[in-house]
């Protein structure tokens, strides 16, 4: 006779009996949107898409260790997970529509559960989008993929390649306050209100998803802000095979930071912290803003390949190593 | 001053370097369809859906400790992850079209990516289907999340809950031979030809995809056995609000199954075992079956809930209670 394989029955039983529970106590709300036909329930979600639409798809998973402190809120994890994907879809110009998450826990803690999925849920319908589809196992630490599914008007999305010699390269909002928010936090020194501002920017960044629409027939090429401004703009100018310079006392910087943090320190966050979910975009002169979004103009589109910066009106060498080597 | 935290700081752009060179690699291949505008390599992914068609979405994730066992190769790991999610997509009777990944790695080992990108492109282009957006993270074990797009004609979706009264049981293929090769192999046994046929049936299970498509507009209900026959049977009726018998004898067990294990055993595989991957369906008779895959009716649906088996012509109960509690 054959014995059963006990590591793998009982575990594979034990998880789905957890997920079927999950997916239907925390995550399976009522959607008010007739473009979905099956949500979460069946083996998979149905879609009507807009007839005249292209489709955006984005995929970012977060990591327990990796991606978030441990005093960050179940909420704010799962706020922010639906926000970073999110900020890609701005970054193209789509508009969010649908949204499946697939969540590996090391236990069903309800308490966690609970939090978590408001917090997601909140991120879901500050945007309008609809979670169709999930999928629940266990592992060793807790890892959250967010998909999300958008549109945009057939052929007109923002790609990073876009951009053309003499473009201005534009940013939204302010830059570096999540990064420095994170390392005051980090640094365990007693928050004050301009500190918490930073440390909120971290907590629940606020994807530019109506900025990244307007942008769709305005802007020439664009990205979202999610790894620090220098490498993300290399990013875009390098898909353009152009380059850039970026003038560092135009870099837009919140009250709170220039508060808090000495000026050189806030431009290296701003450079190179990451977490802000800003879009940076290139445009022709003159770019004109009719959002309620602060945009600043920060350099210019060159023909010669690289990034480079200056600081009143010096060469500035800004060194991003940490980006380029694995150690 | 305000000090960097190295905690976030480093291990961010460390993952974010591996994650940008692991996808230009390994899953950035040249995708063969126009309805692909942008694939990998951008904020995200722009698919032209069919007009005429809605959209399925399916989403599955596979941890190493739960879902793999340590025997089972990259490639085949790679392949099992696409061929479980075209599964739910052969349920629904939908045509895969799209899919992302979510790779959690725990170090980013050249050969193991190697060999499991072979896997899963292998599944991917027998199925044709196009990888257009990934992302990858470093973790503490191998998570595998793979989100699946495909479309339907408009409207014709095949669901859990069409089942009617009456209906005869189907299933395709033969049941229980994934679940029982991996118990033979898992005890150690040496393999002869027949327990590597079931083996492999766990290896690379074979998604029905085309049977999936025939049964959209014959079949009143469908599911794909992930999980076992009895539990996604139960999960079938239960969503039609329905009930049902199976008879035993009739369940389709392969020759290799019959030459290496004992009736009872056989039977137990099939209905508890899981990773079939085979579809089970409702339909009126008469069912006619104009594809290459083998049907055989199982049992029948009734108005009264539950399901319950028979053997031989006797009430057989089935304690299936591996599915009911988490202990």
Redesign the interface.
Known sequence: ?????K????????????EFKIISQYFERKVEDNSV??GI?????????D?QK??????????S???F?VWLSPADIGYRAVAINLS??A??G?TPR?M???L?LVK?DSDWLEEFSSGLFAAAEEFNVAL????T?????I?I?V?I??D?E??S?L???GAEPGDGIYVSGTLGDA??G???K??GSPLTQASEFLVGRFQRPHPRVDLGRFLRTRATAA??LS?GLF?DLEKLLS?SELGGTIELDKLPLSKQMTQ???RR?AIHFALA??DDYELCFTASDPFINETDVPIQRIGTVSNDLGLSCTLDGNSYEFRNK??????
């Open positions: 006779m054959i014995a059963q394989s590591k793998f029955d009982l575990k594979t039983k034990v998880v789905i009996v957890d036909r099956v329930g069946d083996d998979g979600a149905v879609l009507s898409p007839r292209d489709l955006i798809a984005v995929v970012d998973s977060m990591v260790a990796v991606h402190p890609d879809v970054a193209m789509g649908w499946t998450l697939a590996t069903p169709v589809g999930g999928d196992t266990r592992g060793s630490e890892i993929s998909q599914l958008g945009i057939r052929g999305v790609q990073r390649s990064s420095a994170l390392s005051i980090e640094s990205i979202d790894d490498g898909a808090l943090v000495r320190d912290g990451g940490g980006y380029r080597h694995f150690t």
